[in-house]
């Protein structure tokens, strides 16, 4: 659209009377034709009026309708926009799961790494009642476990039995 | 066709004064009333509520055609209002700032319920279901109720392809019918800045209709 029009453009499609820009209007067939779309345009834009019929006045005892629907919702939180916006939705569900990954990857390498004792000890096959501790080019010593109800016990066991085995070498 | 409208001045219309109208929201009867809020005054909330209830109601109404929508979101934006107040800087009129909350609240609802569906399926009087049934033209001469919902969902797409701020002026100047001069004191603008962010309004709502008449 030309500057002359542009500068005018309120004026021009609020009346169909001679406002100042219309001497080009009436010369310029492309700033008519977009003078017309932004017409028509204005018009779908009034198709958002309330008709003049409306009773725009709500059913009685709208306040009172609102200050329940205040107490019900409570003052706005942090958490209304993880809550009710979708991508807030969204990023708290991803967060969740992430945090669940992580977490399930830190007990699992802890467990590795705390005891690798009693992980070798899981990896053999086990003899009824009694426990292979000994590594493979070491003398092979088995001890006999009266009770094995108590883990920190067993790898307490475990220890001593490497120790012995390293003395007796 | 000239595009360019980054660059987009317009002269001062009518000497300097009109251009930089400026109302002073911070000192009115109105601002007042927003400080009593603002302090916990319950009478004063309900004073503000009476005042724009049937403004917010009809605003609702005219975009979404539903009195019951219109009630409910109505009731939310008030709550809005409620618990925003607090933060309100007195930059524009509270009417404006209400307006915002309005006209926002009634986007979010069409969001959810999937704008396409929800215009043409609640949009409908009585009156223009009984003129779909018969498949007669408006009794009037005027546009036919299909068309006119079909319409209306248009520019409600259109709409939301633009800012906010830009939705709620040029909402303002054609469904609210008010002057530039109107918008410049309702919002502390210049009268240029209103006349330029109009413009701007305007033509890309033209390319957005290009956009979607092309898509169909």
């Known amino acids: ?169 | 066709m000239d595009g360019s409208i980054g660059i987009l001045s317009f002269p001062s219309v009518g000497g300097g004064t009109r251009a930089r109208t400026r109302v002073d929201h911070k000192n009115s009867e109105e601002a007042a009333l927003i400080r009593r809020v603002q302090a916990r005054d319950e009478m004063a909330f309900r004073e503000i509520v009476e005042r724009y209830q049937s403004k917010v109601f009809s605003i609702i109404y005219g975009i979404l055609r539903n009195r019951n929508d219109a009630e409910d979101i109505a009731q939310q934006v008030f709550a809005k209002v409620y618990f925003s107040l607090k933060n309100f800087d007195f930059r524009s009129s509270l009417l404006t700032w209400i307006y915002k909350i309005t006209v926002n609240e009634c986007y979010d609802y069409l969001r959810k319920k999937r704008v396409r569906k929800l215009v043409y399926e609640s949009d409908f009087s009585q009156e223009d279901a009984q003129r779909m049934e018969s498949s007669e033209p408006a009794v009037d001469g005027s546009v036919p109720a299909d068309t006119r919902l079909a319409q209306r969902d248009l520019i409600l797409k259109l709409l939301s392809k633009v800012s906010e701020e830009e939705r709620n002026l040029i909402l303002l100047k054609e469904v609210e019918g008010h002057s530039v001069e109107e918008l410049a004191g309702m919002t502390g603008l210049n009268e240029n800045t209103i006349k330029v962010k109009l413009f701007r309004t305007r033509q890309k709502l033209l390319k957005a209709a290009g956009r979607l008449t092309r898509v169909r």
């Open chain 1, 1 to 169: 659209m030309h500057r002359e029009i542009r500068h005018h453009i309120e004026d021009v499609l609020a009346s169909s009377k001679s406002v100042p820009g219309s001497e080009h209007l009436a010369q310029c067939e492309e700033c008519r034709i977009e003078i017309q779309r932004m017409r028509e345009q204005t018009a779908l834009l009034r198709e958002l009026r309330a008709p003049e019929s409306f009773a725009s006045e709500p059913r009685p005892g709208f306040y009172a309708r609102v200050m329940e629907r205040i107490e019900a919702e409570g003052p706005i939180s942090i958490w209304n926009l993880f809550i009710e916006s979708a991508f807030g939705r969204r990023i708290a569900v991803a967060s969740l799961a992430l945090a669940l990954l992580v977490g399930v990857y830190l007990v699992t390498s802890e467990r590795s790494a705390q005891d690798p004792m009693v992980a070798a000890q899981e990896a053999q096959p086990e003899i009824s009642g009694q426990q292979l501790v000994a590594g493979e080019d070491a003398p092979a010593r088995v001890i006999t476990q009266m009770d094995q109800s108590s883990a920190g016990e067993s790898s307490e066991d475990a220890v001593l039995a490497n120790l012995v085995t390293y003395r007796d070498q």
